[in-house]
């Protein structure tokens, strides 16, 4: 018989896994407790890593058709002035397509692969021996059950595996707007652009010929800036020159405090984690997506290399767990730019521009790593670091 998975949670991490086990000929069954895919106005950053996997999966093409490809990310003061600036070429590529774009790509393959998905289907528990307990009282058994289920995960919850769980003190409020066909002859209009003002960040990130992703983010405590819906006419005076983009926010987008967690393991038993229930990281390296496809893919490769469950997850969590922790730690520190002097986080930003050697060894670190390689070299940072600097 084949192998069976169990998988819960339908987003990006739960339909990558699913499509990656049921391409090795498994038995793929996703349970997501809302009654549609999880479809969010929302752009996500997919760098290289994410696109290798995407590709690897024969769903990249549906994903990057009519993105934009980014050539271009800055780094701008409030009164538009660029202190930093990056290029991208052929080899190394990021694309902001639709949240909605990729989750079809992938559910539509999976389905043609002979995988399933069962809406309305909330999982609630799991056990180390390999069973997915529903709401409802119901209960699936399989070879390996998956918890892709979020930062909330009931599946990590009930197997008490969660360490510590702690604010990031940073809200985001993220949205996608209309653009002009004209911005596409602009400078800022065809680049991805990090706008500073203070402790204030304004993202723009071009997803198609018509759409832009948007992201506002600050600190806790402060009321303006993380009033929801957003004050328009206090953004607009934090970045004059940006009123065609604050214009054109809406008032239905998605606020999200940040977290950041720390796991006893990714696995108990027959029971492993992937995606936001491992590990969530706040968004400002944009590697949310790329760090859950790239461990569901070789979640997938690993057992079946080894050619036996438990062993398979051995290996993966050896491999992938530390190489996902130190990407959330980067991805922390570079969210605690936020709280220097604007002169401070202009040197720092400059410095980390002027060397690639330093970009690809931190903020880059995951975008450059290659999943689908048969060889693997993740980073191998001493124990002895803290976890995260005592600015908070």
């Not at 271009?72 to 080899?91: I, L, M, N, P």
Request: hydrophobic share 45%.
């Amino acid at each position: 018989m084949k192998p069976s998975v169990e998988i819960a949670g339908a987003g990006i991490a739960g339909l990558t896994t699913a499509l990656a086990f049921a391409q090795k000929g498994w038995r793929v069954r996703v349970h997501e407790q809302h009654g549609t895919p999880r479809i969010l106005r929302a752009g996500i950053h997919i760098w290289e890593n994410g696109l290798r996997v995407l590709d690897a999966l024969g769903v990249l093409p549906r994903v990057i058709a009519g993105a934009i490809p980014v050539s271009r990310h800055e780094s701008r003061d409030h009164d538009g002035r660029a202190f930093a600036s990056s290029q991208f070429g052929r080899t190394f590529r990021l694309y902001v397509p639709l949240r909605e774009t990729v989750l079809l790509a992938l559910h539509d393959a999976l389905i043609a692969t002979g995988g399933e998905v069962v809406f309305n289907s909330r999982a609630v528990a799991a056990d180390p021996q390999g069973s997915l307990h529903l709401a409802g009282g119901s209960s699936w058994r399989a070879d390996l059950v998956v918890g892709a289920d979020g930062v909330n995960s009931p599946v990590r919850d009930s197997l008490g595996l969660l360490k510590w769980r702690r604010p990031a003190n940073q809200f985001g409020y993220r949205a996608t707007i209309r653009r002009e066909p004209r911005e596409l002859e602009s400078e800022v209009g065809r680049a991805h652009c990090e706008n500073w003002n203070g402790s204030r960040r304004l993202l723009y990130a071009p997803c198609t010929a018509e759409l832009a992703h948007v992201q506002l983010t600050s600190l806790a405590g402060d009321s303006s800036g993380t009033a929801v819906p957003i004050d328009h006419d206090f953004w607009r005076a934090l970045f004059p020159d940006l009123g065609w983009i604050i214009d054109r926010i809406p008032e239905d987008g998605c606020g999200d405090w940040f977290e950041i967690f720390r796991l006893e393991g990714w696995s108990s038993g027959r029971v492993t984690l992937v995606g936001g229930a491992a590990g969530a990281q706040p968004p400002f390296l944009g590697q949310g997506g790329g760090c859950s496809m790239m461990s569901a893919f070789v979640l997938a490769h690993l057992i079946d290399r080894e050619g036996d469950v438990l062993n398979g997850i051995a290996a993966w969590e050896m491999q992938e767990r530390p190489f996902a922790e130190w990407v959330q730690r980067i991805a922390c520190w570079y969210g605690q730019l936020a709280l220097l002097p604007a002169s401070a986080r202009t040197v720092v930003l400059k410095a980390l521009n002027a060397s690639e050697w330093v970009t690809r060894q931190t903020l880059l670190v995951a975008a450059c790593r290659d999943a689908t390689a048969t060889r693997r070299n993740s980073p191998n940072p001493a124990s002895n670091l803290p976890i995260y600097p005592l600015i908070h």
